[in-house]
């Protein structure tokens, strides 16, 4: 009973799998796009930009892009996407892609995006860390710093920094920024977690340790915060729901 199980849900995924490997972009040289009304389109926006064919195929591959064009539909919140450049991804070690699993794969893309619409002036003065869509198997919500100057705005994940140098989309309700490196998650690729972290634990009614520290919390009620994470769940879930979707 129990190897039936493994067996369909490897079976489910093999489709996933497939999506992961790059595939040719079939390049139609398009027209250009009339002023749009209707659904905001954010391949198109990467797209008309050319440098960002590998985030593109990302996004695609892990069903991230069909998840944000959902929620933006849904939320009220918009959404704010950072793009690394196809030079981001070419200046990566070599293999650093093949090396993640898929799951890991959609962790990396989810963190390149945050619930929630920021122009650069909310970036500015945004308290840090803030929340990424991008969640660990515990439930942790994985952030990203902002640091900021007079007129440059950086980024930090602990593991890289770089600076918000292009803005590709601005108005609400979704906000897209260049990125020239692309930006890894401590989470997955520093040395090790941090020291100051608690371990993890294992109780369902464990609260995100990021948020941040000096504000007392008034809401006791122990699911707390699970409202947002399961948003990052539901994504996790949604994928995997989709991929075995394709198959059935
Ligand atoms: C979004 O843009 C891409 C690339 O320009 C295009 O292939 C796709 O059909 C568009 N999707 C919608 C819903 O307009
Ligand atoms: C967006 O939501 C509206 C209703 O709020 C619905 O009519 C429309 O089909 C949705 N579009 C997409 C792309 O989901
Ligand atoms: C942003 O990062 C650059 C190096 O990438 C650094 O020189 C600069 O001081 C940083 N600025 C801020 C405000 O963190
Ligand atoms: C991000 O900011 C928080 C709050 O200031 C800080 O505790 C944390 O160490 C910072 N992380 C990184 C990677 O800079
Ligand atoms: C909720 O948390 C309180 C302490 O804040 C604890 O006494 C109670 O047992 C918890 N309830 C559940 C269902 O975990």
């Known amino acids: 009973m129990a190897s039936t199980s493994i067996v369909l849900i490897v079976l489910a995924l093999a489709p996933c ?7 040719v972009q079939a390049q139609t040289p398009s027209a250009p796009t009339p002023a749009s009304p209707g659904p905001i389109n954010l391949t198109g926006i990467l797209d008309k ?19 944000i064009e959902n929620q933006l539909n849904s939320s009220d919140q918009g959404m704010t996407v950072f793009a690394p450049t196809d030079n981001a991804f070419n200046n990566l070690p070599s293999g650093t892609l093949n090396g993640l699993s898929v799951q890991q794969q959609v962790q990396l ?5 945050l619930p929630k619409y920021y122009s650069l002036a909310m970036l500015q003065t945004v308290s840090n860390p803030v929340r ?11 952030g990203l710093n902002f640091t900021s100057s007079a007129n440059q705005i950086n980024v930090t994940t602990g593991v890289v920094q770089t600076q918000l140098n292009n803005v590709l989309q601005k108005d609400f309700p979704l906000a897209v920024y260049q990125v020239d490196k692309v930006l890894l998650p401590n989470e997955i690729f520093g040395a090790k977690p941090p020291a100051s972290a608690p371990p993890p634990s294992k109780t369902p009614t464990v609260t ?11 809401d006791n009620n122990n699911n707390s915060g699970s ?18 979707g394709i198959l059935f």
């Open 109 to 113: 893309v989810l963190y390149h995006v």
């Open 132 to 142: 990424t869509q991008a969640t660990g198997q515990d439930g942790g919500v994985f």
């Open 49 to 67: 930009n050319g440098q960002f064919t590998t985030f593109m195929r990302l996004l695609t591959s892990t069903q991230v892009a069909n998840q």
């Open 227 to 244: 409202n947002e994470r399961n948003v990052g769940l539901g994504l996790v879930t949604g994928i995997v729901m989709i991929c075995m």
């Open 208 to 218: 995100s340790s990021k948020s941040p520290s000096g504000e007392p919390s008034a």
């Open 17 to 23: 799998i497939f999506l992961i490997t790059p595939q």
